[in-house]
């Protein structure tokens, strides 16, 4: 009979809102830790070039005016296309019907490809894009929407405003520290959260 390794693999998932702290703590457990990480938006970027047969879908969806024209490939701006979608929630979810399942098929190929005993799969949208059960276990990373609102306004250069309207985009009714295994919160001083992956891997 032959062994699976997918079944023997540990498999992390890390998943919070938007700015709450997800890859600074994927980075590290990853540094410290010599644990690869398989980022979901990472493999999304993908689907956006030129060369795709999704690129092709969302320039027929979205019209041809988030196309970068001084790109020599003329890849998608995806600035612009975030705008679009985080101003009109019909637009995000068709776009995400659109990826997420490519991004999930494309996700489990990779790690059914790799040998390692555990990984991490950092995945924004885990539960609301069912990806739940390419893991193993689940840890959220939470931090207050005071500490959210400040680090995404100074990662993405935004007003308070633009920060706000993308973070209560994210909002719903899932109780995603009840259904996760591990909880993490990033407002903690860094040593406070280290320790507790220190114990946990």
Known sequence: MISNPE???????ITGGIASGKTTIANYISNFKKIKVLNADEIAKHFLLSETKTYKKIIQHFGHRIIDYSSPTQEIQTKLLKEIIFANPTE???????????VKERMKSKYIQMNDKCLILEIPLLFEANFADLCTEIWFIKCSQKMQLKRLMNRDKISQKEALKIINSQSNNIDKEKLSDVVISSD???QTWQTKINQLI
Do not use: T, V
């Not at 079944?7 to 998932?13: F, L």
């Not at 995000?92 to 490519?102: A, D, S």
């Open 188 to 190: 903690e001083d860094n």
């Open 92 to 102: 995000k979810i068709w776009l995400e019907n659109l990826i997420h399942p490519l």
């Open 7 to 13: 079944q023997n693999q540990k498999r992390i998932g």
